[in-house]
């Protein structure tokens, strides 16, 4: 029974750490996708400012 218990308790924590790394890699994720929108919006903003600036040329 004591080996049945282990095996039981080794096959949790390995399913934890999955979760765990899973959980991480979602979050790298989300926040490569608001790194990728906040770069798009800088560029936006300097886009229009050298567009003014061709303009008064």
Do not use: H, P
Request: net charge positive; aromatic share 8%; proline share 0%.
């Amino acid at each position: 029974m004591d080996k049945i218990n282990q095996i039981f308790k080794s096959t949790t924590q390995v399913g934890k750490k999955r979760v765990a790394s899973t959980t991480k890699k979602t979050w790298r994720e989300i926040e490569s996708i608001r790194d990728k929108f906040q770069l798009e919006k800088d560029l936006r903003m300097y886009e229009d400012s050298l567009e003014y600036m061709l303009e008064e040329l």
